[in-house]
């Protein structure tokens, strides 16, 4: 609560606002090429989603009446939120990464790679791969497209897989 939680709010209300793809577009531009920033502009653009996570659980779970009776019964503010809140937030966190660990792969290698704005060129990556192979398309060279896409639809689809067993064993 207070004029941080507000200011915050704000900030990442206006994130979220604007759209995923150009909003990593624009700041791995901005930043220029590179690893490193490809990753900045990554976290920028997830970092709305893992706010208001933690912060909606962080309201939620605040009001329970075990955390009441803790503060009832003279727990300090540290051991409330190290012993009662924190372990509670924390839980959704794992399926949210994993969920977006895959969506940042396909930035990563399929916008960023295929864009030129992630690795450097002479370093081989799948997006900068299926860029080279749109030029050996029309000459019938259609494996080299092929496989770089298979890489990242497989891995795209084992951490999605890893999200759901994730969330299926919290549910349970």
Do not use: H
């Not at 727990?75 to 924190?86: E, Q």
């Not at 399926?95 to 790679?113: H, Q, R």
């Amino acid at each position: 609560g207070g004029i941080l939680d507000k200011c915050l709010s704000l900030v990442m209300d206006t994130i979220f606002s604007i759209p995923v793809i150009l909003l990593s577009v624009v700041v791995a531009f901005v930043l220029g090429k590179g690893i490193i920033n490809a990753s900045i502009a990554l976290c920028i653009v997830y970092s709305p989603q893992y706010f208001r996570l933690i912060r909606n659980q962080t309201l939620l779970i605040k009001s329970e009446t075990y955390v009441e009776a803790a503060r009832v019964s003279g727990a300090d503010v540290k051991t409330i939120v190290f012993k009662y809140i924190l372990p509670n937030v924390l839980t959704p966190l794992p399926i949210l990464l994993t969920l977006n660990a895959a969506d940042a792969v396909l930035f990563s290698f399929g916008k960023f790679g295929f864009l030129g704005l992630g690795v450097p060129a002479d370093v081989p990556e799948w997006g900068s791969d299926l860029n080279l192979a749109l030029a050996a398309l029309p000459t019938g060279i259609w494996w080299t497209a092929l496989f770089p896409g298979l890489a990242m639809f497989f891995l795209v689809l084992g951490l999605s897989f890893i999200g759901e067993e994730i969330e299926n064993t919290f549910e349970k």
